[in-house]
């Protein structure tokens, strides 16, 4: 349909162009799953700061629908996130930190089913460990995807298998780390005049192997979990 959009490849060359630690942290008791299972049933209005990128740019393929699961995992020390790092082949986020999920299928039920498919294939947790809360907004992509975050408590025991061709690796990142904006960096980039501005949200933590590295959460998902704080605000 038209021509590709350009790409954020490498998003730590992008200057930091602010900190907002300006935003309060959320309380502890915000973020047990009991107050989640709450914040889920009422019906209170709030106001989602990132839409996605896509409207920068001429349409260049037909939007594809797509679900993500935001796995919140109850530990004892409190709800952590799995995500998931891309592995460096596939065509659309390679090597990118995300959430498990990705298009529907036409089997699809909706927009839950796809998330909970899509999770089981990629990282081997069945949907019969999920308790669905709900959905956030949708996140409309560059790459021409209109998500919808779908976030659900798993507690443990569970076990992981992950799909090699898809996913490099799963890990887990404290809840009330990336609620809490102190740890939100904004980025500036420009393209053909076209300016864009996007999240980090570094973690540092021990691999698989127990080697210390940085997951750089950023883009999609790191607006995804920081509309995850507004509704929880």
Partial sequence: MGVRPPRIRDPKRYPIVGIDDHLPALPAEALTAEALRGRFAETRPWTPEFHGDAKL????????????LMP????????HVLLTRRTDHLTDHAGQVSFPGGRADPG???????ALRETQEEVGLPRERVHVLGPL?????VSSYVVTPIVGLIAPPFELV????????????????LMTPAHHQRHAAEF??????????????LDAQGQSREYFIWGATAAML????????
């Fill in 57 to 68: 740019f001429a349409q260049w393929r037909e939007p594809m629908a797509a679900s993500v």
């Fill in 72 to 79: 919140l995992v109850e530990r004892d020390d409190g709800l």
């Fill in 108 to 114: 699809d039920v909706d927009v839950v089913d796809t």
């Fill in 137 to 141: 907004n949708t996140y409309s992509t």
């Fill in 162 to 177: 992950l799909d090699a061709n898809e996913v490099a690796e799963a890990f887990e990142v404290p809840l009330q780390f």
């Fill in 192 to 205: 053909d005049g076209i300016k864009r501005e996007f999240l980090s949200m570094p973690w540092q933590a």
């Fill in 226 to 233: 920081r509309n995850l704080y507004h509704f929880l605000r």
